[in-house]
């Protein structure tokens, strides 16, 4: 029997004993190490977009403790990452690489979820989206991986220049993560907007050229002192607030490009200057999880210190704590930027 942390209800969240699961062929158990909280799993709590009894939890790191029949590429002991959803490689979009898209990719899920004590990963996953990470890692830094692959794969969409001025749009952990991988792009300079001032404080920690409270400042006049009037290359919006696109729109610089990272389920339908697309040649983009090709290049920017996990990772809590560190996170009024749940 194992412990795994169910979501019953807002603020509901119990611990239970379950069965272990059972691995089949080609497949691995995993003993959770460290887990990511997401902003996804703090939305799916707090919205009750998923079913009673569900097992949140999907930035895992572990320990294989042990392998099925057919597993050549892992082995007992092996230190490994991994990612929730696996595409099919084979169906339309999957031709076209976009993975995320597949039918099959939401169809795949590790068993139960993150925030237990082990998991089942299917033949799938172990064949296509699992990876090692190196001794020298803690488990609490390669459970960054995951979130890092995400802004990866969006930021490929974004088809970023040397020399570009890029706006991100929201100071958490994915915008900030964010703007230390577009540090090391030469980009000449990374605008950082927010309302949080202890998020603003951190990105700058991370070297971000210049962060915008957007209660206090004008954005609009920060963009135009930065770019000479020119409007930013790219904007990458990394809150959940429909809103954002209009301003972004009008922020952006001819040619530009808005890649919308985040979901726009409340208040979806917003208005945009539409002549800027035929006048300006201004693209919108949207970007949604991540594909099997982004993870070992995200093992590598923690690794090498692209990504500085130490500072990004604020708090480390008990695997019984998952309720209160989700109310903890989602709090406006709390100085947290990322917390990861051990085991």
Known sequence: MMRAIAFH???????????????????????????GLCGTDIHKAI?????????LGHEYAGEIVKVGEGVTKFKIGDRVVGAIHVPCFTCHYCQRQHYTLCPEFRETN????????????SE?????LLFGIPDS???????????????????????IRPGDNVLIMGAGPIGVIHG???????????????VSSYKLSKAKEFGIDYTVNIKNDSLKDVVDKVTDNQGVDIVIIAAGVSS?????VQLLRRGGRVICFSPFEKY?????DAGRFFKDEISIVGTYSVSPYEFEEAILNISNGTIDAEKLITHEMAIDQVGEAITFAASPDEEVMKVVIVD
């Open 244 to 248: 954002l696109l209009p301003e972004a």
């Open 268 to 272: 979806p339908e917003v208005t945009i």
């Open 110 to 121: 590790i068993d139960p979820g993150g925030f237990a004590e082990y998991i089942r990963l």
């Open 180 to 194: 230390q991988l577009l540090k090391h792009k030469d980009v000449s300079n990374v605008i950082i907007s927010d």
């Open 137 to 159: 890692m803690s488990y609490q830094h390669a459970s960054l991986a995951e979130p890092v692959a995400c802004c990866i794969h969006g930021q490929k969409a974004a088809e």
């Open 9 to 35: 209800d807002v603020n509901d969240f119990r611990i239970e004993e379950v069965e272990d699961p059972k691995i089949g062929f080609g497949e691995v158990l995993l003993k959770l190490k460290a887990c």
């Open 47 to 55: 919205h009750k977009t998923v079913n009673p009894g569900t097992v």
């Open 124 to 128: 799938k996953h172990v064949r296509h």
